[in-house]
């Protein structure tokens, strides 16, 4: 692997050798401790990856500032390098299900690897200047020195040089096997090669002899030319075509809203040749993928519940006024969202399922005490009101205890609490607004959803109860 797609690995210490830091500008300095000596010993213990993993008293909040830290310090201390900030269990999943290391991964195919890397850059470029892009980077598929040697056929033929002579001199400088060696019954190959100060230097290369039929000793420079090139670092393919990869994570706002404003200024902005496509991949296909699946589950579920009331009250109308504290939930959980800064996800679309089912069940435990109260003889307003008495303990109880349920979720900072977060977010958020709004709207327009029948009220004047 080249140097320049080197990744660096911050490796875990024991918890009992933690050090206790107060925010994350000591812990950027702590950092620029190590990385600031340069220790070859130290830098080379940390390749591949840069993990960043803290106990509980270390975690800072919000991510986003500790990120901020820690690019700020290594941009100043190691330059020139692109840094992608993740967790090792995110890192993982998403490296495995989609196969890029970011929440989003543009794919761009062609043929041209200049042309490859030039329309890469530029899309690079588009993805800053959105908001919310973070780490935009294009895979590295050039700039790795290669040495250009073009034999000279008529400089050959004047010294009666084969070109395999003058290849086997070239071959020498990466090394070129001429026998082996037999040690028992072990053998290895015996390579040639010239030492490290000689292959380092063009002009030593240049100075290589070759001997022509006669024994001369012929510079290789008047037999060939020797340039030093810019060639491809490394070459993927997909789909049996040339592959640039540029990867982009996503901070501050939801995937599906800025992949969707990507796309159309990465249309309007980069102009693809002919036979040149894009193919938009990670976390935003699995959000995709999982926004239908939930396109489907969640209307069969809402269905499914309202089945269910139907069968249980055999109104449509009690049915439709239960099914008021969706829409009322759906406010909550939206708000909460919002006022934790924290985008839709798909554990923001299951928590929404979760809290329907809480939000149903409150209003079916006030609307089947109402029922009950009317089947006694008593009109629909005064049914309302001792519903709303009556059951106002056990609907708060049951809003309480999902609440509290969920509150250790909402507030973790383990392993995990990405996914956790969302969830309990909307189920708390949901909650608040449908309990209250379920025993204040509810009991308030229960009359307007009362079936046609005769009530307590209608009853002539004198008649007895």
Same mark, same amino acid.
């Given at each position: %692997?080249?140097?320049?797609?080197?990744?660096?690995?911050?490796m875990?210490?024991?918890?009992?050798?933690?050090t @206790?830091?107060?925010?994350?500008?000591?812990?950027?300095r702590? %950092?620029?401790?190590?990385?600031g000596?340069?220790?070859?010993?130290e830098?080379?213990?940390r390749?591949e990856?840069?993990? $960043?993993e803290?106990?509980?008293r270390n975690?800072?909040?919000?991510?986003?500032?500790?990120? %901020?830290?820690?690019?700020?310090?290594?941009?100043?201390?190691?330059p020139?390098n692109?840094f992608?900030y993740?967790?090792p269990i995110?890192?993982r999943?998403q490296?495995?299900?989609?196969?890029?290391r970011?929440d989003?991964?543009?794919?761009?195919?062609g043929?041209?690897?200049?042309l490859?890397?030039?329309?890469?850059d530029e899309?690079?470029?588009v993805?800053?200047?959105?908001?919310?892009?973070?780490e935009a980077?294009?895979q590295?598929i050039?700039?790795?020195?290669v040495l250009?040697?073009?034999v000279?056929r008529d400089?050959?033929?004047?010294?009666?040089?084969?070109a395999?002579?003058?290849?086997?001199?070239?071959g020498a400088?990466g090394?070129k096997?001429?026998?082996?060696?037999?040690?028992?019954?072990?053998?290895?190959?015996?390579?040639?090669?010239?030492p490290a100060?000689?292959?380092?230097?063009?002009e030593?290369?240049?100075?290589i002899?070759?001997a022509?039929?006669?024994?001369?000793q012929i510079?290789?420079?008047?037999l060939?030319?020797?340039t030093?090139?810019?060639?491809?670092?490394q070459?993927?393919?997909?789909?049996?075509r040339?592959?640039?990869?540029i990867?982009?994570?996503?901070r501050?706002?939801?995937?599906a809203?800025?992949?969707?404003?990507?796309?159309r200024?990465?249309?309007?902005e980069?102009?693809?040749p002919?036979?040149?496509?894009?193919?938009?991949?990670?976390?935003?296909?699995n959000?995709?993928?999982?926004?239908?699946?939930? !396109?489907?589950v969640?209307?069969l579920?809402l269905?499914?519940i309202?089945i269910?009331?139907?069968?249980?009250?055999n109104?449509?109308?009690? $049915?439709?006024?239960?099914y008021?504290?969706?829409?009322?939930?759906a406010?909550?959980?939206?708000f909460?969202?919002?006022l934790?800064? %924290?985008p839709f996800?798909?554990?923001a679309?299951?928590?929404?399922? !979760?809290?329907?089912?809480? !939000?149903?069940?409150?209003?079916l435990?006030?609307?089947?005490?109402?029922?009950?109260v009317?089947e006694q003889g008593?009109g629909?307003n005064?049914a $309302?009101?001792?519903a709303?008495?009556v059951?106002l303990?056990?609907v708060? @109880?049951t809003?309480l205890?999902?609440?509290?349920?969920?509150?250790?979720?909402?507030?973790? @900072?383990?392993?995990g609490?990405?996914?956790q977060?969302?969830l309990? @977010?909307?189920?708390i958020?949901?909650l608040?607004?449908?309990?209250?709004?379920t025993l204040?709207v509810?009991?308030?327009?229960?009359?307007?959803?009362?079936?046609?029948?005769?009530r307590a009220?209608?009853?002539p004047?004198g008649?007895?109860?």
């Amino acid at each position: %692997m080249g140097v320049e797609i080197s990744d660096i690995i911050v490796m875990l210490r024991p918890e009992e050798a933690w050090t @206790t830091l107060e925010s994350p500008e000591s812990l950027a300095r702590v %950092m620029q401790g190590v990385l600031g000596s340069r220790d070859p010993d130290e830098l080379g213990r940390r390749a591949e990856e840069i993990f $960043a993993e803290f106990g509980e008293r270390n975690l800072f909040n919000p991510k986003d500032r500790l990120v %901020m830290a820690f690019d700020e310090l290594l941009n100043a201390v190691v330059p020139g390098n692109v840094f992608s900030y993740s967790q090792p269990i995110e890192l993982r999943v998403q490296e495995l299900v989609a196969g890029v290391r970011s929440d989003l991964g543009i794919s761009l195919y062609g043929d041209d690897l200049d042309l490859l890397k030039r329309k890469g850059d530029e899309i690079v470029a588009v993805l800053q200047a959105i908001p919310g892009a973070a780490e935009a980077k294009a895979q590295q598929i050039a700039g790795l020195p290669v040495l250009r040697v073009d034999v000279d056929r008529d400089a050959i033929a004047r010294y009666g040089v084969n070109a395999s002579d003058v290849l086997d001199a070239v071959g020498a400088i990466g090394g070129k096997v001429v026998g082996q060696v037999f040690e028992g019954q072990r053998r290895f190959a015996l390579q040639v090669r010239f030492p490290a100060d000689v292959r380092q230097d063009l002009e030593a290369l240049r100075r290589i002899k070759v001997a022509d039929p006669r024994g001369r000793q012929i510079p290789l420079e008047q037999l060939a030319s020797l340039t030093i090139e810019q060639g491809p670092l490394q070459i993927f393919r997909q789909k049996i075509r040339r592959r640039q990869l540029i990867e982009c994570n996503v901070r501050g706002r939801d995937v599906a809203t800025f992949v969707a404003e990507a796309q159309r200024r990465i249309a309007e902005e980069v102009d693809l040749p002919p036979g040149y496509s894009l193919h938009w991949g990670g976390q935003f296909e699995n959000l995709i993928s999982a926004s239908r699946r939930l !396109a489907v589950v969640v209307p069969l579920a809402l269905g499914l519940i309202f089945i269910l009331l139907y069968s249980t009250f055999n109104s449509a109308r009690l $049915a439709a006024l239960i099914y008021l504290a969706v829409p009322m939930a759906a406010i909550g959980g939206i708000f909460a969202l919002a006022l934790r800064g %924290m985008p839709f996800s798909i554990s923001a679309g299951v928590g929404f399922i !979760a809290l329907f089912g809480v !939000a149903v069940l409150n209003g079916l435990v006030l609307v089947s005490y109402a029922e009950h109260v009317r089947e006694q003889g008593s009109g629909p307003n005064e049914a $309302a009101f001792q519903a709303g008495r009556v059951r106002l303990r056990p609907v708060l @109880t049951t809003a309480l205890v999902a609440s509290l349920g969920f509150l250790p979720m909402a507030l973790a @900072t383990s392993a995990g609490a990405e996914v956790q977060r969302p969830l309990a @977010t909307v189920v708390i958020g949901g909650l608040i607004s449908s309990t209250l709004l379920t025993l204040l709207v509810v009991p308030a327009i229960y009359h307007w959803f009362v079936p046609p029948g005769p009530r307590a009220d209608d009853s002539p004047p004198g008649t007895a109860h």
